[in-house]
């Protein structure tokens, strides 16, 4: 269970997170959706201590998170943008994120299988295709077994193969019982994920529940249209 | 520790294999091997080689830090995700980079003395190595913290260039006409804290303290000898330059801990 509680955050003069309040559950995919600038992926940051809230806490499985990057151990994630040392091949940049979890961890391969790296894996990043640094990408976010999965905009530059190696993968970690926090800008792909939505609307929560009660609320059976009648409507049904 | 360690040794692979600091070091061994065989003395060598390193040691070190910093912006947001302190993140890659730009500045100076069998000038060349390798601390370090404040990249290289030509090219010309436009006034003092605030100059100042070469100290440079006996002169800038070297990093360290990524 992830925790927001009255978050807050502005860069200068300009307000992102307004008092956000949000409880995201276990084994269940959560889409955060809105619209460029809504506060998405500053709320993702701040779960991952990228971003320093001014105002608020976050609770991950009932423990506050502050200084102790420890927490952090239970989370995977990929970004967006999936850049790594030019020079380093997918290995070594792979050997980094095993040396800093430790020999403890658990080690799930599966992703790096399915997603056909291994003919990747000692070839210099910059010699890499910008989808196969995307696999990559992705498959680091699930390497540790993590009980947490932050996922923004996974699917970007992933070819329709590698979209459903990571769908199938994503909704094999929900019936695990595993956390997923996933944004993306493709709602046909949130359609098949995600069984709750949190819709941001100018840092603020528009609307936080399951995909079928959001359809029921705007009388649209697909969710792209749900999420478009939200944002034409401005309303609030947190 | 450890975890600074694995990571410095990972950025510093990257680093090494973008044959951009074998270039830099060739640079160094090709000039001072010249400078060596057809540059006169090694007295006359080393102060033809003061004037480069002091040229190109804090450009090379301000621009290379800044641009690999926001190069590596999405790595170190990855690496920061995993369970990893802020304190041993930063230590890592501004390890990494100094030792990779130090190693540049002292096997590229360094080896073409070593292969002739001497420190050259009474150890000069030691001395300009060392201060070689304080300037590409204080200046990397500038470069880590101009990257880490200024998000826009174009932004952040352009106040390094300019932060780099001030120090290394206006602040001596600034100080002149300040000093030929008060004529007559005390300005020894204020002068001599003019040198200890501006790292280029302090490493010029130790280094022609130690080749005993005062008319080619500059402006500020000058007023330093009249003020200081060698040695003390020579400690003083020494002590003041390992202050400049530890200052940049640990402010980078702060903005550091403090940036929102």
Redesign the interface.
Known sequence: MIEFRSLTKS?GAREVLRGVDLCVRPGRVTAVVGSNGAGKTTLI?CL?????PDGGEIRVNGARIGGD?????T?G?A?Q????????TAR?VT???L???GGSAVIDWELFERLALAPHLDT?VRALSGGTRQKL?VA?AFLFAPRVL?LDEPSAGLDPVANAVLKDKILSERSDGKTVLVTSHVMSELDELADDIVFLRAGRVGYAGSVQKLRVFTGQPHLERAIASMMKKEVVCA | MRIAAKIAAFQLLDVLRSRWLFGYAIFFLVTTELLLRFGGDATRALVSLTSIVLFTVPLAAIVFATIYVHRAREFIELLLAQPVGRGAMFAGTYGAMAVSLSAGVVLGIGMPFVVRGGAGAGGAAAVLVAAGAALTLVFAGAGVAIALRTDDRLRAFGIALGGWACAAMAYDAVLLVVATALAGAPLERPLLAATLANPIDLARVVMLMHLDISALMGYTGASFTRVFTASTGTALAAASLAAWAAGPALLGARLFRRKDF
Not at chain 1, 48 to 52: E, F, I, P, S
Not at chain 1, 69 to 73: G, L
Not at chain 1, 81 to 87: A, D, G, K, N, Y
Request: hydrophobic content about 45%.
């Open positions: 860069f940051k991952l201590g990228l971003v320093r990057p420890a927490y952090r151990a989370i994630y970004s943008m999936s850049r790594f040392p030019e020079h380093l070594e050997k980094i994120l040396g800093l979890r210099r990408a680091l932050v």
